[in-house]
């Protein structure tokens, strides 16, 4: 009996340190974001199917089934799969992350723990990043259709994405208070990590953005979405890049030079440049973009 209940301990311990690395630890003390705990859950349920592949039950696995042959196994199943280099990556360095969370609570096994932190990397190769240029943006922006409600609210999402140099994520978490308009005009972003930073917008920008709230969002309260999807919640990435897809389509058609793979992330890099070009600090460009940022817990705030 006691042998069999030891095995029954040991073949618990990995479900154990799971659930409490995932539903405690990077909620409560690393205070990570809901979105960055899906990633390292999509990870984990990656790696649950591999094991499950193996004829080995999710709910019988062991901390001596995760080591460094079974890591390595499971980024060359992912990569049977199709997934890139970068993709491998970003899911081992959640196995990492895990492990490392383990190795201090689960000492006798460090010598097993070290070999898959010793694992190394992929190397991926160097996507060029598209950018549609001065003009292209013009271009883009002078689409939307000014005379339609759609068209004046894809003329304000897409002149705020790229004023502000937000990431896509930034912008479809935005809220209504987390725009000023009055002078000084800024915007409040919430990035990875639950940092935030504050980035001022040019007059422009923040008189279409407040002609946008008057028009279409004069209902809403500070926490309500900037920019609503159909159901009423913020609006996905999958959105934003949607219609920034419509808006090229539409420029090029109308003889504007545009690169194939234009993305939000193109405007944000166009940013950086037209910044760059203007003779802005490298440091405040930076600031701009995120790189510098400070924690805060999200507050509605005026304007």
């Not at 004829?55 to 980024?75: H, I, P, Q, T, W």
């Not at 890099?269 to 600031?287: C, F, M, P, T, W």
Request: charged share 25%; proline share 5%.
């Amino acid at each position: 009996m006691r042998m069999g209940g030891a095995v029954m301990k040991a073949s618990r311990d990995f479900a154990r340190y799971l659930t409490a690395y995932l539903g405690r630890y990077l909620p409560g003390q690393r205070n990570l974001s809901p979105n960055t705990i899906a990633s390292y859950r999509d990870a984990f349920r990656l790696l649950l199917s591999y094991f499950e592949s193996l004829g080995k039950r999710a709910e019988r696995l062991s901390m001596d089934d995760l080591d460094s042959v079974a890591v390595e196994g499971f980024l060359s199943w992912l990569a049977e799969r199709g997934c890139s280099p970068s993709t491998l990556n970003q899911r081992l360095s959640a196995v990492k992350a895990f492990v490392g969370y383990v190795k201090l609570e689960d000492p006798g096994r460090l010598l097993q723990y070290q070999r898959i932190l010793s694992i190394r990397q992929r190397k991926a190769t160097q996507k060029r990043m598209v950018i549609p240029g001065r003009e292209g943006v013009a271009a883009i922006l002078a689409h939307p259709d000014a005379t339609t409600a759609r068209g004046r609210r894809d003329m304000v999402l897409l002149t705020l994405l790229y004023d502000s140099g937000a990431r896509v994520s930034e912008l479809c978490a935005l809220n209504v208070g987390d725009v000023r308009i009055d002078d000084p005009a800024t915007v409040t972003l919430f990035g990875k990590g639950r940092k935030f930073r504050v980035v001022p917008l040019m007059r422009a920008t923040a008189r279409l953005v407040g002609g946008y709230i008057d028009e279409a969002r004069s209902d809403a309260s500070p926490d309500d979405p900037l920019f609503p999807s159909p159901k009423g919640g913020h609006l996905t990435r999958a959105g934003v890049s949607d219609i920034l897809a419509r808006h090229v389509r539409g420029a090029r058609e109308r003889g504007a030079s545009m690169p194939d793979g234009v993305s939000p992330h193109s405007l944000r890099h166009q940013k950086a440049i037209d910044l760059l070009e203007s003779g802005v600090n490298l440091v405040y460009i930076r600031d701009i973009l995120g790189y510098r940022t400070r924690k805060k817990t999200r507050t509605a705030s005026t304007g």
